[in-house]
């Protein structure tokens, strides 16, 4: 049965302190046409994209330095950042821990859709890791 009403802070204090991922995220809803999740950054993620879907990425708690399409600023709890399919973003530094973010993927972003400007950073594996809520 499909689940309707999510308690976003209870879901996102289940995240781990500490992956050997860059990012964690849990999926509150996988559909073709959208996907929504709450994810926990650990540690900089280097520039990247995704070729599936534009991403909506809302700020829950603590701040990160990120970067889209060459724009860089500091983000923090209320901001939102919203960047279309193919645009190159990452986050090369995260200020203050834990760093989580709602996400809202449309349509929905495969966990193995992520591909980096310089092959040395990383794969879709290094990236993140994926659960269920």
Request: hydrophobic share 40%; proline share 7%; net charge negative.
């Amino acid at each position: 049965m499909e689940q309707h009403f999510f308690d976003i802070a209870a879901l996102a204090a289940t995240l781990p302190d500490t992956s050997n991922t860059m990012l964690r995220d849990l999926r509150l809803v996988d559909r073709e046409a959208a996907s929504c999740r709450i994810f926990r950054v650990y540690r900089a993620a280097p520039l990247h994209f995704h070729q599936s879907c534009d991403e909506y990425l809302y700020v829950l708690q603590g701040r990160a330095v990120m970067t889209v399409e060459g724009d860089t600023r500091t983000v923090g709890p209320g901001e939102l950042v919203s960047f279309p399919r193919n645009a190159v973003h990452g986050t090369p530094e995260v200020l203050e821990h834990p760093f989580l973010v709602l996400a809202i993927d449309t349509p929905r972003r495969p966990p193995e859709d992520v591909h980096f400007i310089s092959e040395d950073d990383g794969t879709a594996q290094s990236f993140i890791q994926t659960e269920s809520a």
